[in-house]
């Protein structure tokens, strides 16, 4: 499995935000892009995950072009965004037995991902009363629970307190030893015991 | 508690599901459902108030004011359609789901029917009755009142995936779907009146019944390509 792109270009208005921009990211290794506010990061990772149209370039899922495989890129690959994705007025659970709907899950306890993620209090909540950096930890159990091989994380340790991003980082290293990859844009650095690789953002 | 675990993600499931959840969001917020429904309520029992309650007056303009009515509160609903999830990020969610995009628009447009068209459809006789429809007249109303609202509910979810991104896409929502709603609101209308003037209904519900089909081959992939266009 091998996620690779080449030639990445993409322009915001007349404003030039990466050029000729290419990475090749294979089981367990992690792809980390920095660069300060505004530089570009969750442009760049849109733009990987399909969700933003680029200017010249191609990404390969596989060694195929992803606007050819996106069905078979979009099973394999799990977003994060700034924004939660779980609906207020749902309960966590709600929320995650409609997310399990929508795409492939992992083998794992239910229970167990939570409790991991120090939510096994909160199910019966409407995820509206979870503080910010509690949906945020919703919003790992996503991707803990699903199958998927692709991480994409834009800032996940936003809003979230010292134990809160530790906990990230482990999870993060833990997917990537089972051979997963990760793409994650972050403004600070993520100190990880695995293959990184580096695109700094201007 | 477990999550199943599926060897594929199904279409079906994942379509069902997102019926489901807005479903459920829909009888959690209550208000939302319930502003267009009284909108429909208060302009359709309004007419009569103000007309005065001649019979044959009020019975020739019945079915029309209805429509009308009811196109402007479907309308009004669809504003919302897919403004919640594209501020909370689950739209994002949508669209790099491995289930297709279209049968998730699919599903959007069936939960919307089943929170505003559907009651809508389910009140109509009452507002009916202010009209002085008979019973059968009232029927044919409910049946193309039915397969207008659902052809409605497709064809809003294209000009709601359009304008999600915009600020006050109100306006321009309106302006995008009446066109083609024309036809659905004078088939519609007319049927009912004919049928109140003693014609047949075959016509006029075969048309509406043709559009719903239309709609439902082409509505979701056009709300699919929409909605990854505005959200780029």
Redo the contacts between chains.
């Keep these: 499995m091998q996620l690779s792109a080449d030639h990445l270009t993409l322009y915001r208005g007349q404003r030039c935000l990466f050029k000729g921009l290419g990475f090749a990211l294979n089981p367990g290794e992690l792809l980390l892009l920095e660069g300060s506010n505004g530089s570009g990061k969750t442009s760049l990772l849109r733009a990987i995950a399909g969700l933003l149209e680029l200017e010249s370039g191609t990404v390969r899922w596989n060694g195929t072009p992803l606007l050819r495989e996106r069905q078979s890129f979009q099973n394999s690959m799990v977003w994060m965004s700034h924004k939660p994705g779980l609906k207020g007025d749902l309960t966590l659970v709600e929320n995650l037995r409609y997310e399990a709907a929508l795409r492939l899950q992992a083998e794992v306890e239910f229970a167990t991902v939570l409790k991991q993620l120090g939510l096994n209090r909160l199910t019966r909540l409407p995820v509206r009363s979870l503080s910010a950096g509690q949906q945020r930890r919703v919003a790992l159990a996503r991707l803990l629970l699903s199958s998927a091989t692709v991480w994409m994380m834009d800032e996940p340790t936003a809003n979230l307190d010292a134990e809160g991003r530790d906990l990230v980082v482990k999870i993060v290293g833990q997917h990537l030893a089972k051979g997963g990859m990760a793409i994650v844009a972050a403004h600070q650095d993520f100190d990880l015991d695995a293959p990184v690789k580096r695109i700094r953002l201007q | 508690?477990?999550?199943?675990?599926?060897q594929?993600?199904?279409i079906s499931?994942?379509l069902?599901?997102?019926i489901?959840?807005d479903v459920?969001?829909a009888v959690?917020?209550p208000g939302d459902v319930l502003n267009p429904l009284f909108f429909f309520a208060m302009v359709a029992a309004l007419f009569p108030l103000v007309i005065g309650p001649g019979t044959e007056q009020l019975q020739s303009i019945g079915p029309g004011v209805l429509w009308v009515a009811a196109l402007l509160a479907t309308l009004l609903s669809l504003n919302s359609l897919f403004l919640?999830d594209h501020?909370?990020?689950?739209l994002?969610?949508?669209?790099?789901?491995?289930?297709?995009l279209a049968a998730l628009a699919l599903g959007k447009s069936a939960a919307h029917w089943l929170s505003s068209g559907l009651p809508l459809v389910l009140v109509s006789p009452v507002i009916a009755m202010t009209y002085q429809l008979s019973l059968s007249v009232t029927g044919v109303l409910m049946l193309t009142l039915l397969l207008g609202t659902i052809s409605l509910s497709l064809l809003g979810s294209v000009g709601a995936a359009l304008t999600v991104g915009l600020h006050r896409g109100t306006a321009l929502l309106s302006l995008l779907i009446l066109p083609l709603a024309m036809p659905v609101l004078i088939f519609g209308a007319r049927t009912v009146s004919l049928v109140a003037a003693g014609d047949g209904v075959a016509g006029g519900l075969y048309f509406l019944g043709a559009y719903v089909l239309l709609m439902l081959s082409i509505a979701p992939f056009a709300t699919a390509a929409a909605l990854r266009i505005s959200?780029?």
């Design positions: 508690m477990t999550i199943q675990d599926e594929l993600p199904d499931t994942g069902l599901a997102l489901v959840r459920s969001l959690k917020r919640s501020e909370d990020g689950s994002e969610q949508m669209l790099v789901s491995p289930v297709p959200n780029e």
